[in-house]
């Protein structure tokens, strides 16, 4: 079993190196999916919906894979050849204060819209009551993950690290948005 995973981490490496953009896409892709799979396991469904579970997927495809490649490597030419302690203190903020508040914004307009086809109004009106608490509990959550990804994780595996953090950070966000919600229409 060993062999399997060291022969599969290998080709995922290989996959990294020869086509970094698009293997952290797949990448994201399927752990966004996996992410929605988990969340509605743990939110009590007694079957899981593969639609639902697709489009999760398309957002990590499309958007969180293709954003945490650019983002990384901008932030690696900001920051460039530069590990002290305050460039890493500088990275985190920069972070926070930019992609972070960013991509819970989109991703709570993406889960609304998308889906649980909610009207863009009922929408706004989720972003203004919830999001501060959510961008508030993501600055409990996410610098560590970027102080630990900064500091201890080599660059070219940071959307990986990045994306394994966002199983849980959208496994909570997903299971918020249903507690919190009623039905408005027959989510995908």
Not at 1 to 16: N, R
Not at 109 to 114: D, Q
């Amino acid at each position: 079993m060993a062999d399997i995973v060291q022969h599969g981490w290998e080709k995922y490496l290989y996959a990294l190196q020869k086509y970094p953009l698009r293997t952290k896409a797949i990448t994201a892709g399927v752990l966004a999916g996996s992410s929605d799979m988990m969340a509605q396991k743990l939110g009590g469904a007694k079957s899981l919906q593969f639609k639902r579970s697709f489009f999760m997927a398309l957002y990590g495809l499309l958007y969180a894979g293709p954003f945490g490649h650019f983002f990384h490597k901008l932030m690696d030419s900001i920051f460039a050849g530069r590990r002290d302690g305050k460039t890493l203190l500088k990275k985190v903020l920069t972070e926070q204060l930019t992609s972070g508040p960013w991509n819970n914004f989109l991703f709570m307009c993406y889960i609304g819209l998308v889906l649980e086809r909610r009207p863009w109004s009922a929408v706004k009106a989720r972003l203004s009551t919830d999001y501060p608490s959510v961008q508030l509990n993501a600055w409990r959550f996410w610098p560590i993950v970027s102080l630990l990804n900064y500091r201890y994780v080599p660059p070219q595996l940071r959307v990986l690290f990045q994306n394994l953090a966002a199983v849980c950070w959208g496994t909570f966000l997903i299971l918020s948005s249903k507690k919190h919600t009623p039905v408005l229409k027959k989510a995908i």
